[in-house]
């Protein structure tokens, strides 16, 4: 689910200057958010703002042209009917380079968790309660009826800030795919909580842990991104791997209903992207 939402954030970001100014500020946003998790000290403050700083000048080179020439094979492909293999063919492109940044985030975090405290690790479990309180109420919260009505009105809004508008037809087809959908608030908040718990556990053996076992703390971290993503237990994994072939098929519907004029909002909005992160490579 997570690897699909960070594709579906590429297609909606609003505003082509929201991707250069975003990706600009993402060390100081990223330290912010880190902060506001684990309640930094003054030390752990200048460790991490170098790490983050050094993984978005890696970023910046080696990865940005691999994901500005996915989003021009996008465009181009827009113009026409798709297919859900092609869209998934494309998720696996981006399922390939968040491994490899995930690597790169790991070996940069790893001295950080080694010096995290107990209030630290305290701290995080608290923010993450309250965070699950506000997860709880968007989600959660309602009939069945309302709950789905505020998913409905999530995902078209996200479709209509890159294709425009969507038509009564295209609406109901995204409620029907949402009908249908292996994804539950129930599920979604059991795997949140089993996630959350699986770092948590990660990051109090690092804590435990001094400078000799930093192979050990980054081997137990890619594990924690590893299950992320796909559950240790088989159902999870079933789930998860339904919701990818979801994913694919429902984007693939909606995107050959669209009109001509929606198609080629579409394919405008990919290439001023492109164009974008090519901005951002240049030095």
């Known amino acids: 689910m997570l690897r699909w939402m960070v594709l579906m954030l590429v297609l909606w970001l609003q505003g082509c200057s929201a991707v250069k100014l975003g990706y600009q500020q993402l060390p100081n946003l990223s330290y912010w958010w880190l902060d506001s998790a684990l309640s930094f000290s003054d030390a752990q403050t200048a460790q991490t703002k170098d790490a983050l700083a050094q993984l978005h000048r890696w970023h910046q080179s080696e990865e940005l042209p691999a994901y500005a020439d996915l989003l021009k094979r996008l465009a181009a492909q827009s113009a026409e009917p798709v297919q859900a ?3 998934c063919a494309a998720w696996s492109e981006l399922d390939k380079a968040m491994d490899r940044s995930l690597r ?3 070996s940069l975090a790893a001295p950080v968790a ?3 405290g107990p ?4 701290h995080l479990k608290q923010h993450w309660a309250d965070k699950n309180k506000e997860w709880d109420k968007e989600w959660l919260q309602g009939s069945d009826n309302e709950r789905l009505e505020r998913r409905l009105s999530k995902t078209v809004d996200r479709y209509s800030d890159f294709y425009g508008p969507l038509s009564s037809a ?5 409620k029907a ?3 249908q959908s292996a994804w539950t608030p129930e599920w979604g908040r059991q795997d949140r909580l089993r996630r959350h718990q699986d770092l948590l556990q990660a990051l109090q053996k690092a804590s435990q842990s001094n400078a000799s076992a930093l192979p050990q703390v980054e081997a137990d971290l890619w594990g924690v991104w590893e299950r992320w993503l796909a559950p240790p237990d088989a159902a999870g994994r079933a789930v998860m791997q339904k919701m990818i072939q979801q ?3 429902n984007l693939a519907q909606l995107h050959n209903s669209a009109s001509p004029e929606q198609r080629l909002r579409a394919a405008r909005r990919l290439r001023a992207y492109e164009q974008d992160l090519r901005d951002l490579i240049r030095p």
């Not at 209030?119 to 305290?122: D, E, I, N, R, V």
């Open 170 to 174: 295209q609406s109901a087809l995204v």
């Open 177 to 179: 795919q949402l009908l």
């Open 114 to 116: 080694l010096k995290l």
């Open 104 to 106: 790169k985030t790991i």
């Open 247 to 249: 994913g694919c098929d």
């Open 85 to 87: 293999a092609q869209i």
């Open 119 to 122: 209030a630290q690790l305290s």
